[in-house]
Nanobody
Framework: EVRLVESGGGSVQAGGSLRLSCKFH??????QGWYRQAPGKEREGVAV????????EYTESVKGRFIISQDTGANTLYLQMDGLRPEDSAMYYC??????????????????YGQGTQVTVSS
């Protein structure tokens, strides 16, 4: 059984930083990523990492500000978020899927996902 548990969310001011963590219980090879959902909005894929070669991809709005990475020894996926903006406020979810490809936009449809962690950025 695969279980993903996120942590690290919180409230920060614009320009601040947060690092989200996602602990995997049962590792998933293929694709791992993060997506977010703000109230009244569609789910948005933020970043994806392909485990075979560690290739990463980001949605345009977070490029240069967010970094996705993993610690395979700790079975943990991270999302380092710098230069946060109020529009980044959302519930953030980590997700994983045995298949590769599709870019960040496919992350919300991944087979496995966690319960989410809230990120709030004030202006």
């Amino acid at each position: 059984e695969v279980r993903l548990v996120e942590s690290g969310g919180g409230s920060v001011q614009a320009g601040g930083s947060l690092r989200l963590s996602c602990k995997f219980h049962g590792y998933v090879y293929g694709s791992q990523g993060w997506y977010r959902q703000a109230p009244g909005k569609e789910r948005e894929g933020v970043a994806v990492l392909y485990t075979r070669d560690q290739t990463t991809e980001y949605t345009e709005s977070v490029k240069g500000r967010f970094i996705i990475s993993q610690d395979t020894g700790a079975n943990t996926l991270y999302l380092q978020m710098d230069g946060l903006r109020p529009e980044d406020s959302a519930m953030y979810y980590c997700a994983a899927d045995p298949r590769r490809g599709g870019g960040p936009s496919r992350v919300p449809a991944f087979e496995y996902y966690g319960q989410g962690t809230q990120v709030t950025v004030s202006s």
